[in-house]
Nanobody, 117 residues
Framework: QVQLVESGGGLVQAGGSLRLSCLRS????????MAWFRQAPGKERESVAI???????YYPDSVKGRFTISRDNAKNTVYLQMNSLKPEDTAVYYC???????????WGQGTQVTVSS
């Protein structure tokens, strides 16, 4: 059974930085996509970063140039470095994995990120 556990959320002022971590357990192979999503109150969940098994990455325009996703397969961990944070980045951030599936079928419990103006 795969489990994903996020950490690193918190309160930060606009312009600041945070690094989120997602620790994966229950699977030794790393040949699958990982991603970070976020969901703000009253809004739909959206992807903010995706990383492939070969470390190719994708970012939407809203975070491109500010967020960086990376993975350390030896540590079973995926990171999201968030710089130049804005109040509109406030949301619950979720780690997800697409294992044996085209869609993301494993999810963490989420970690709150709050950016004050």
């Amino acid at each position: 059974q795969v489990q994903l556990v996020e950490s690193g959320g918190g309160l930060v002022q606009a312009g600041g930085s945070l690094r989120l971590s997602c620790l994966r357990s229950g699977r030794t192979s790393s040949d699958y996509r990982m991603a970070w999503f976020r969901q703000a109150p009253g809004k739909e969940r959206e992807s903010v970063a995706i990383i492939g098994s070969s470390s190719s990455t994708y970012y939407p325009d809203s975070v491109k140039g500010r967020f960086t996703i990376s993975r350390d397969n030896a540590k079973n961990t995926v990171y999201l470095q968030m710089n130049s944070l804005k109040p509109e980045d406030t949301a619950v951030y979720y780690c997800a994995a697409a294992i044996g599936s085209f869609v993301f079928n494993y999810w963490g419990q989420g970690t709150q990120v709050t950016v004050s103006s």
